[in-house]
T-cell receptor, first 112, second 115 residues
Framework: GDSVTQMEGPVTLSEEAFLTINCTYT??????LFWYVQYPGEGLQLLLK?????DKGSNKGFEATYRKETTSFHLEKGSVQVSDSAVYFC???????????FGRGTSLIVHP | GAGVSQSPRYKVTKRGQDVALRCDPI?????LYWYRQALGQGPEFLTY????????KSGLPNDRFSAERPEGSISTLTIQRTEQRDSAMYRC?????????????FGSGTRLTVV
């Protein structure tokens, strides 16, 4: 079946540090890939997405590139802020399935 | 509305009671999903609707769980004869189209505690 594997958290960084959160996937078909962010007490929000191989999704300084050869969609940001502290979820949705599959989430804590 | 609205925000119920959780999606969103999220885990699919039609209910744990969306807008997830293992955060999400290429907008969830 379809699955998403994320790196274990929490990831703890100082402000302005470089961020990478790894995500790899297994899919039965051709998936679209997503990153969602969940701030404390709120629902998940779509952060960025990519719908085909080599596409780069970007938003709010975050980027992720759809790598079909390595089945990965790693999230990166060049300089994190305290306000980026949240839980980040990688997800996929296979064409024709209509049911997204989520990873376990990776908690990010950014210290001033 | 501006976002996906879920009610109640918190629900504490005694074991054996029935509960109904409500989801009001973003106006115009045709697809509506129900997920369950345990602490420290990602959302686990329960069921989804396209307009008023329930397209997939394969994630519902057992026949005590049911959902409806009679007019293609508001949806209700009902859990009958609740058990302690049903305690979790229940989240609703909606999408502009089936397939989710636009992404999903999630509500803040209903925290269900069965005592």
């Amino acid at each position: 079946g379809d699955s998403v594997t994320q790196m274990e958290g929490p990831v703890t960084l100082s402000e302005e540090a470089f961020l990478t959160i790894n995500c790899t996937y297994t899919a039965t078909g051709y998936p679209s890939l997503f990153w969602y962010v969940q701030y404390p007490g709120e629902g998940l929000q779509l952060l960025l997405k990519a719908t085909k191989a080599d596409d780069k999704g970007s938003n709010k300084g975050f980027e992720a590139t759809y790598r079909k050869e390595t089945t990965s969609f790693h999230l990166e940001k060049g300089s994190v802020q305290v306000s980026d502290s949240a839980v980040y979820f990688c997800a996929l949705c296979v064409r024709g399935s209509y049911i997204p599959t989520f990873g376990r989430g990776t908690s990010l804590i950014v210290h001033p | 509305g501006a976002g996906v609205s879920q009610s109640p925000r918190y629900k504490v119920t005694k074991r054996g009671q029935d509960v109904a959780l409500r989801c009001d999606p973003i106006s115009g969103h045709v697809s509506l999903y129900w997920y369950r999220q345990a602490l420290g885990q990602g959302p686990e699919f329960l069921t989804y609707f396209n307009y008023e039609a329930q397209q997939d209910k394969s994630g519902l744990p057992n026949d005590r769980f049911s959902a409806e969306r009679p007019e293609g807008s508001i949806s209700t997830l009902t859990i009958q004869r609740t058990e302690q293992r049903d305690s979790a955060m229940y989240r609703c999400a909606s999408s502009l189209s089936q397939g989710g290429d636009y992404g999903y907008t999630f509500g803040s969830g209903t925290r269900l505690t069965v005592v």
